[in-house]
């Protein structure tokens, strides 16, 4: 089956202004930095990584939300990159977003029939029966009562908010979703419902979602494949059996060793856990030379210090960027 | 001895809409050494709980209603402000979840840390950078005496909340209230935080609070929990107990429903509706509207916190009939 997108060598950088008053130097801060990446028709690919690693730049550059420094972008067969204003406008029908922060992503001045209607507005249809008739069907599919259609943003709760967000997304019938942390923002006694309802919709309406997350646990229970990024890279992607199961790229085991246990009697203390990162993630602006990872990495070889590492199979329909791997 | 005794605290807000309650009827108490976890989402009062105790709530537009708070036999309600002020520090310290807002943006994190040891102790000048560096390295700051005259800003938000741990700790604290301490840090970063606070709890015996909504947290850190929902105490156990045996259905609710690495699940058991909102709580139990197991008598009443096991009580009428 073709991929429902792909992106090859898609790069952002951002100039920034960076030194003292006098002595202002212009550094690109490499966001993303050259990633591949398919995404198939009806699959979730979960996207992980900590926070500055690009992952939300990378979810708003693949549907073109920020224009890319370099690379290209297919989605259901047009060239992203190359659409103007008019033809972009068109093939964002297909594609939408669920922002992370429910209480900024809805305009506090528009009741929820006008949040939800704006979109067929944009895309041509006239304000009517109809138009209210689709609001109808789709507070009824995100579970809120159709008496929410007057009210304001500010009257319902975050995973209600969360739910009007999603309805926005969904009401032109897109194909591809990136959700971008839609439900870090919420209780947990709440995010399980916005989990459920983001699984419910996807399998009946046939969507495909990018889910950007740093919640391995989320990001587990929801994806098919899930990819690691560190400093604008991607470093390891795989089925998510094999990426939980056999994590292959010291990062993504460092990142699993550190979640937190489920039960107190499988605390480790000190020498017992394994796998354990020290220090921050550097920064984007002067990334580290070879792999990116190098300077927390504890099987660092001298190799990892000059060469970047390319994609390496590391099993079936898994794949990682490190030395380590038998190239 | 008991470190610190909290009984029946109860606490409210003036708001333009009437007196609203905060938190009611919490009791709990911490020995020397142990973490007590809190587990509550918003609204749950844990932490009104941890500013009633480090005697920071506003008041008015707060008010304690009732209960009286104990630490080291002193009566922390009844304390005059210097002497609470005293104590801050050497006795009760606190970190809070955002630690870019906390800390001052226009003082060096050297001065703002010197500054809490001048304010407990006559020390010398050199005495006391000398003591501040000591403690950035023991939080984990590398290269601590440069580090020393950096501002905020110029740190990452894991350095900013060891900055914070540094401030707390620096006057060897007899209690560490943490609200949140890793809610805005990344899960390597939240990681090398808990494991520092349980090594420094080893080595100075200090008590900690440990306030979050995440239970994997509390599984990794907390010897007893106290689960608040609501402004009420819900539940309280050790926490092998808790997570063997929870009894409350916010509890069961709470541990079901966040995803984990170890299990996989078609549906994840989701706790129906919403938060109540402070001032519009149900009567009667306040999980009542959302709790699968509620019959009438759980909106008529309050569920008193019994004893189930030895140590380990909840408040709910239903305990005896739940599967």
């Known amino acids: 089956m073709a991929a429902l997108l792909e992106a090859l060598d898609l790069t952002k950088h951002y100039d920034v202004e960076t030194g003292g008053f006098f002595r202002r130097t212009r550094t690109a801060l490499r966001a993303v930095d050259g990633v591949n990446l398919t995404i198939e028709p009806g699959e979730t690919l979960g996207l992980v990584g900590e926070s500055g690693c690009g992952k939300s730049t990378l979810g708003r550059l693949l549907i073109r939300l920020i224009p890319a420094t370099r690379g290209q972008i297919l989605f259901d067969g047009q060239e992203l990159t190359r659409l103007n204003p008019r033809e972009l ?16 992503a809805l305009n506090p001045r528009m009741s929820v029939e006008e949040t939800v209607m704006e979109p067929l507005l944009i895309h041509g249809s006239r304000r009517g029966p109809a138009t209210r008739e689709a609001v109808t069907r789709m507070l009824d599919k995100v579970g809120l009562p159709d008496s929410a259609r007057y009210r304001f943003p500010h009257e319902f709760s975050g995973g209600q908010r969360q739910r009007i967000g999603i309805a926005r997304a969904l009401i032109l019938n897109p194909k591809l979703v990136i959700c971008d942390e839609p439900v870090s923002a919420l209780d947990v006694s709440v995010q399980a419902q916005i989990v459920n309802l983001l699984s419910d919709l996807q399998r009946e309406l046939g969507l495909t979602y990018l889910f950007i997350a740093h919640d391995l646990g989320v990001v587990k229970h929801i994806s098919t494949r899930v990819a690691v990024m560190y400093l604008g890279k991607v470093v390891e992607i795989a089925d998510k059996r094999s990426l939980y199961a056999r994590p292959s790229h010291p990062y993504t085991q460092a990142l699993l060793a550190s979640v937190p246990v489920t039960h107190p009697s499988h605390r480790k203390r000190g020498s017992a856990r394994e796998a354990r990162i020290t220090g921050d993630i550097p920064t984007a602006l002067a990334p580290p030379p070879g792999c990116r990872f190098h300077t927390r990495c504890p099987h660092v070889m001298p190799v990892c210090r000059t060469d970047e590492p390319a994609m390496r199979a590391a099993g079936v329909a898994h794949q990682a960027a490190c030395h380590l791997l038998p190239a | 001895m008991t470190l610190l005794e909290v009984s029946d605290l ?42 009633a105790i480090m005697g920071l709530l506003p008041r008015p537009p707060a008010r304690i209603r009732g209960g009286r708070i104990h630490f080291e036999g002193h009566d922390l309600l009844r304390l005059p402000d210097r002497s609470m002020q005293r104590l801050r520090g050497p006795g009760i310290a606190m970190v809070f979840q955002e630690p870019m807002t906390s800390l001052n943006p226009v003082f060096t994190i050297g001065e703002q840390i010197m500054e809490t040891i001048r304010a407990h102790e006559s020390v010398s000048q050199k005495a006391c950078f000398a003591r501040a560096v000591e403690m950035l390295e023991k939080v984990g700051i590398p290269s601590a005496t440069a580090r020393m005259t950096d501002y905020p800003h110029q740190l990452s938000g894991g350095q900013r909340q060891r900055v914070m741990l540094a401030i707390a700790l620096v006057c060897r604290p007899r209690l560490l209230i943490a609200d949140e301490p890793t809610t805005a840090l990344d899960v390597t970063i939240q990681a090398q ?71 996989d699940q078609d549906r994840l058991i989701a706790i129906p509706g919403n938060l109540p909102e402070p001032s519009r709580r149900p009567s009667g139990c306040r999980f009542s509207a959302r709790c699968p197991h509620a019959v009438q008598a759980c909106s008529d009443a309050i569920p008193p916190l019994e004893l189930y096991e030895r140590d380990h009580a909840a408040a709910c009428f239903r305990v005896r009939d739940l599967p």
């Open chain 2, 193 to 263: 935080i808990l494991e520092l606070l349980m090594d420094l709890r080893d080595e100075f015996g200090m008590a900690i609070i440990m306030i979050t909504h995440n239970m994997g947290v509390i599984a990794e850190t907390a010897d007893r929990v106290l689960v608040m929902y609501a402004g009420r105490t819900v539940e309280q156990a050790k926490v092998d107990r808790l997570f063997d045996h929870p009894l409350h259905p916010y509890t069961r609710g709470l541990l079901s429903c966040v995803p984990t690495l170890d299990q």
């Open chain 2, 10 to 51: 109860t606490t409210s807000f003036q708001t333009g809409g009437g007196e609203v309650t905060a938190v009611e009827n919490v009791s709990f108490s911490l020995e020397k050494g142990q973490i007590l976890g809190i587990v509550g989402e918003s609204g749950s009062g844990k932490s009104v709980t941890a500013l």
């Open chain 1, 89 to 104: 406008r068109a093939a964002r029908k297909g594609m939408q977003i669920v922002f992370q922060d429910p209480f900024g």
